[in-house]
T-cell receptor, first 111, second 115 residues
Framework: TQLLEQSPQFLSIQEGENLTVYCNSS?????LQWYRQEPGEGPVLLVT?????EVKKLKRLTFQFGDARKDSSLHITAAQPGDTGLYLC???????????FGAGTRLFVKA | EAEVAQSPRYKITEKSQAVAFWCDPI?????LYWYRQILGQGPELLVQ????????DSQLPKDRFSAERLKGVDSTLKIQPAELGDSAMYLC?????????????FGEGSRLTVL
């Protein structure tokens, strides 16, 4: 059974701090996505990583895919209150149709 | 910008009643997904369609849940009878490909409360 574990489950930080959240699995994925979800809304796609070791940057967000394509991290530099939300990682296996989600990391950035 | 449309946004019902949710995916997206998200958890796949065909419904409680996508465009998810444990956010998503890259575009969701 595929399982994506995210850590930490909850993170509360001050505006301006840096943070890293993790997504780990024992399975290999052909691609991995990060989504951000605000309360009462659907998840919004942030980024897709497909190559082992790949690093992608989206303004203050840096995403990395592990060399073995089993894990990923999201680093936020100088967090802002607008970064508050639930960050979900999701993985898709090669040739398969099913995308599975982790339980998410709930981030709260205090002004 | 094209969006996935869902309705209703909110539904309150009593247990044993029937409930239906509707989803209209982004035009041209062949793959449509229904996920259930319980508060504090990640989305869990209920059913996945490729055009009008079901490709995965292994996690759909078929004794009470049904889903259809008759013309390969919009879709309906039905629960009958609803139970207290069905209270959750029901998310519809679509994808322009066969799921190889796994990029999903979600609607705003339908929040169900069963009393």
């Amino acid at each position: 059974t595929q399982l994506l574990e995210q850590s930490p489950q909850f993170l509360s930080i001050q505006e301006g701090e840096n943070l890293t959240v993790y997504c780990n699995s024992s399975s290999v994925f052909s691609s991995l996505q990060w989504y951000r979800q605000e309360p009462g809304e659907g998840p919004v796609l942030l980024v897709t990583v497909v190559t082992g070791g790949e690093v992608k940057k989206l303004k203050r967000l840096t995403f990395q895919f592990g060399d073995a394509r089993k894990d990923s991290s999201l680093h936020i530099t100088a967090a802002q209150p607008g970064d508050t939300g639930l960050y979900l990682c999701a993985g898709a296996k090669a040739g398969g149709f099913k995308t599975i989600f982790g339980a998410g990391t709930r981030l709260f950035v205090k002004a | 910008e094209a969006e996935v449309a869902q309705s209703p946004r909110y539904k309150i019902t009593e247990k044993s009643q029937a409930v239906a949710f509707w989803c209209d995916p982004i035009s041209g997206h062949a793959t449509l997904y229904w996920y259930r998200q319980i508060l504090g958890q990640g989305p869990e796949l209920l059913v996945q369609f490729q055009d009008e065909s079901v490709v995965d419904d292994s996690q759909l409680p078929k004794d009470r849940f049904s889903a259809e996508r008759l013309k390969g465009v919009d879709s309906t998810l039905k629960i009958q009878p609803a139970e207290l444990g069905d209270s959750a956010m029901y998310l519809c998503a679509s994808s322009p490909n066969t799921g190889i890259t796994g990029e999903l575009f979600f609607g705003e969701g339908s929040r169900l409360t069963v009393l």
